[in-house]
């Protein structure tokens, strides 16, 4: 099996009240046409990885820059694989950078770490003055309903913006404690994390009606998902959750988002055409 390394850089542009979206690519990695269901000023993009997974020795790198004021978001059309792996580690590196005054989405859909895996998927930002960040990261051990267990391998997940926030987790199946114990995963497969990162402090009004307002909604939660909300500093909200499988999880961080997009920008919650299909 060939192995890959694969690069796109996706820049984002206010022209004339639209957001539009120059990029440059290596390998099997790109984004679809570009979308406008909002209007010119929120640009939709869908990033597609025509192999499908990664194997080991396998490369993604994908940097995302969004300039002064403008405003885009950006889905995948599946899940990313990390699969069995050859003996190499399998490696995905995200890198977002916010100019002052932009508003980026980033809501790839879930991450699978396939049993034996060896993989890698680091996650990292930047924002400016007056930026605004929303992204997630959904990712599952393996696919338990079709007996595809974790059972050998690792995952190593890295989110951070520098100076802010940083969080680091290396999943290895062979730690059943982390993966069964009360105080781990218990049991579970699936687990999440909803960010909310502002470049300027968010103020006290706000972060006092977000938690507030998302602790009511966990309430409505599948009671297969354990999930909870805090504000680690002035500038974020992280929301984490965990659950059996994805499905229920991955529903109810849509839910979140669409609330904390109305109630921090005003913006309803306009799913992606590619969600639906």
């Known amino acids: 099996m060939s192995l890959w390394h694969a690069r796109l850089a996706l820049n984002y542009r206010l ?23 909002e209007g010119p000023s929120v640009c939709h993009n869908v990033l597609v990885h025509p192999p499908g997974g990664l194997v080991g020795g396998d490369v993604l790198d994908i940097t995302v820059q969004v300039e002064e004021g403008a405003h885009a978001l950006v889905t995948t059309p599946g899940a990313t694989r990390f699969y069995r792996s ?5 490696v ?6 916010l100019e002052a005054g932009a508003r980026l989405e980033w809501l790839p859909l879930e991450a699978i770490a396939y049993n ?4 890698v998927n680091h996650l990292e930002f930047t924002l400016a003055e007056g930026a605004q960040l929303l992204a997630w990261d959904v990712t599952a051990l393996g696919l338990p309903m079709a007996s595809q267990h974790f059972e050998a391998g690792v995952l190593t997940q890295h989110i951070e913006w520098p100076g802010y926030f940083l ?11 982390l993966l069964d114990g009360p105080l781990g995963l218990a049991g579970r497969r699936c687990m999440s994390s909803l960010i909310l990162a502002s470049g300027t402090p968010l103020s006290r009004g706000l972060r006092e009606t977000l938690l507030e307002s998302t602790h009511a909604l966990l309430q409505s939660a599948s009671e297969d998902v354990i999930a909870g909300v805090t504000a680690p500093n002035e500038h974020m909200l992280v929301l984490r ?4 499988v994805v499905e229920p999880l991955m529903q109810f961080w849509k839910t979140i988002w669409a609330h904390w997009r109305v109630q921090a920008w005003g913006l309803e919650g306009h799913s992606p055409r590619i969600w639906s299909m």
Do not use: I, W
């Open 241 to 244: 959750g965990l659950g059996p």
């Open 86 to 90: 050859n003996g190499h580690q399998a």
């Open 116 to 119: 034996a895996c060896d993989a």
């Open 15 to 37: 022209n004339q009240e639209k957001t539009a979206l120059h990029f440059v690519h290596e390998g099997p990695l790109r984004v679809l046409k570009s979308l406008y269901p």
């Open 92 to 97: 995905q590196r995200t890198r977002l950078k």
């Open 167 to 177: 969080e680091r987790g290396v999943m290895n199946a062979q730690d059943r404690s």
